[in-house]
């Protein structure tokens, strides 16, 4: 059966999840003996704070999208140097066969810059294989082996950039996942324990019972009203 995906709990920013929660287990510690006697004890307070503190350490979508898109970068610019390296090849052949010839369409390296990646490692392949086959024909045009083993490095090379890619979007998706779910797991326990606050306080101390108000707004901040006209 296929996972659902996570739905975050929380409105606010990850960053205001940890400042709140750290907030919310400093007033806990100063009502440590209230707590108590609903079992949240020391140690368990202490739990949140550590929870909170590694939750704040992982790494964050912007670092993880900053691995992604370098690595396409380096994919778009390995794309572009097969590119560059199968135009010398054509030229030579557009020179020698002749650019409407069947041998110069066997190459099929039409719209070169509109193919997607996959098409272009094809392309690349394709070219390296023709242009052996006609070898003899092009080489008083200055096409030589080296060119053709050039291109097959490079495409070697862009098939491990895009593989590459792949991880990252897997890993990028993996992590923002498992952020998500470690989120919601501190913000629920969050949540409990400030529902116990404002329990405590309810009747008798309204500024202890405000500690414990937590807001699920994108500021994490009571939202303001317009009155009404």
Do not use: C, H
């Not at 940890?18 to 004890?41: H, N, Q």
């Not at 020698?96 to 098409?119: M, N, R, V």
Request: glycine share 4%; no cysteine; proline share 1%.
């Amino acid at each position: 059966m296929k996972k659902q995906e996570v739905i975050r709990l929380y409105n606010f920013s990850d960053a205001t999840l940890v400042t709140k929660g750290l907030e919310k287990a400093a007033y806990m510690l100063r009502d440590k003996t209230e707590f108590e006697s609903f079992g949240i004890t020391i140690p368990l307070i202490e739990a949140l704070q550590e929870k909170l503190t590694t939750f704040a350490t992982r790494i964050t979508d912007i670092e993880a999208l900053g691995d992604q898109t370098q690595v396409t970068l380096n994919k778009d610019a390995k794309a572009e140097e097969i590119r560059t390296a199968i135009r010398a090849v054509m030229a030579r052949a557009e020179l020698k066969l002749g650019i409407g010839s069947p041998k110069y369409k066997k190459f099929g390296t039409e719209e070169l810059s509109k193919q997607t990646d996959a098409e272009l490692s094809i392309t690349a392949k394709r070219v390296v294989r023709v242009a052996t086959e006609y070898l003899d024909e092009l080489s008083d045009t200055g096409l030589t082996t080296s060119q053709l083993d050039n291109i097959t490095d490079l495409d070697n090379e862009f098939t491990t950039l895009l593989v590459d890619l792949k991880i990252e979007i897997a890993v990028r998706d993996i992590e923002q996942e498992d952020r998500v779910e470690a989120g919601n797991a501190v913000y629920d326990t969050l949540v409990k324990y400030a529902a116990i606050g404002r329990n405590i306080w309810e009747t008798n101390d309204v500024a202890k019972f405000n500690d414990y108000v937590l807001y699920n707004t994108i500021s994490g901040e009571e939202e303001e009203t317009t009155p009404a006209a």
